[in-house]
């Protein structure tokens, strides 16, 4: 078991700066979905407040493989990612209902 430490500075509506014992990294995001570019590369995590459900992806900025990163990747997976969210909410509105959906979309927006 081994200690850390962890410190999030929230510089405003969706955008924080993180401070650890690895380094600093930035959060940009909503209710259901994150951006957090590092100092190694871009994760990239989506879920369904409430559910338990979730995806998360990881760039790195230049990987060992030779693949330098790629906005367009970047893109592409974020374009992935809120495929998945609609498809989890498709899914979960045919089992909860229509109403349920409703009611949580609604509740992610403040409404």
Do not use: C, D, H
Not at 24 to 29: L, N
Not at 47 to 62: A, E, N, W
Not at 74 to 103: C, D, H, N, P, S
Request: hydrophobic residues 40%; proline residues 2%.
């Amino acid at each position: 078991m081994g200690f850390y430490f962890r410190k999030r500075i929230r510089l405003g509506k969706g955008v924080s700066l993180n401070l650890g014992s690895r380094g600093i990294s930035t959060s940009f995001g909503f209710k259901g979905f994150s951006l957090n570019l590092g100092r190694r590369g871009v994760r990239t995590t989506t879920y369904l407040p409430g559910t338990g459900l979730g995806y998360t992806s990881y760039q790195r900025y230049g990987s060992g493989s030779g693949r330098p990163f790629s906005l367009w990747r970047l893109i592409k997976r974020i374009g992935f990612v809120f495929g998945v969210m609609v498809i989890w909410a498709l899914l979960l509105a045919a089992w909860k209902g229509t109403e349920w959906l409703y009611q949580t979309v609604v509740g992610w927006f403040g409404g």
